[in-house]
């Protein structure tokens, strides 16, 4: 399988952030870590592996990212307006640095798909919302959508608001939202089983992301597995190779 990681800098960061690409043809998917987790945790924790069939069989190109939340999100001392400035950094860095890498690699492709685990699936989704012109699909794993959510503090402003699916779907409406009907596939996947409910509450968050969604007739899926199915890297190495091949 061909491997390849490069070093990508962006301003504010507070070091280059790694993206490492897996195969050599296929449709670009960008995997978000769990939370605060760098680019080789994809791979350290078989997800690779779980996908691999597909690129091998050049259906896929996967590009794994550095998360940075640890400026950002998982900076519990910062209240959560601030945490959400700081995150327009990983934004940037994401929309500006490797978007245009994706799309020198990967030519002429149909749309990047996201995807992530926990907090990873919180940026595949967040990610698909707000610009579903790059990244059409979403495939969610174990997320919780809401920000406010995540020990949150502080009075929250106009850039939490611009990062939490749960209010900016909420608030969608006129032209914009009835392009978000056309153009947008989410999946969101969570299980009943270990550390879904608490602490993390991945499947409340799920099920709230799902009934906005519903609201608005945006194109979704909830996927709810068994009580045995644990908020942990066995299971959505399972959830991802069950679910990805659809939209490849």
């Not at 390849?4 to 507070?14: M, N, P, R, T, W």
């Not at 900076?75 to 959560?80: E, F, H, I, V």
């Not at 012109?133 to 959510?149: E, R």
Request: aromatic content about 10%; overall charge negative; charged content about 20%.
């Amino acid at each position: 399988m061909e491997r390849e990681q490069v070093e990508i800098g962006a301003q504010g960061l507070d070091h280059p952030g790694t993206v490492i690409r897996y195969g050599h043809f296929g449709r670009p998917v960008i995997a978000f870590p769990s939370e605060a987790g760098r680019a080789w945790d994809y791979e350290n924790n078989g997800m690779v592996d779980a996908v691999r069939p597909l690129i091998d069989e050049g259906r896929i190109k996967l590009y794994a990212v550095d998360s940075f939340d640890h400026l950002s999100w998982a900076n519990y001392s910062l209240p959560t307006e601030e945490r959400a400035q700081r995150h327009a950094l990983y934004e940037n860095w994401i929309l500006n640095h490797v978007v245009p890498t994706i799309n020198t690699d990967s030519p002429g492709h149909s749309g990047i798909v996201t995807t992530g685990c926990s907090m990873g699936a919180f940026h595949a989704v967040n990610f698909t919302l707000k610009r579903a012109d790059l990244f059409p699909v979403a495939v969610g794993l174990s997320g919780n959508y809401d920000p406010t959510d995540w020990r949150g503090w502080g009075e929250p402003g106009e850039s939490t608001y611009l990062n939490n699916p749960v209010a900016y779907v909420a608030g969608a409406d006129g032209a914009h939202l009835q392009w978000l009907r056309s153009a947008v596939q989410i999946l969101l996947v969570v299980g009943e089983g270990p550390f879904e409910v608490h602490p993390t509450k991945s499947l409340p968050g799920a099920r709230q992301l799902a009934a906005v969604l519903a609201d608005k007739q945006i194109p979704h899926q909830l996927d709810i597995w068994g009580h045995d199915s644990a908020h942990d890297w066995p299971w959505w190495r399972k959830q991802i190779a069950y679910h990805l091949p659809r939209f490849c």
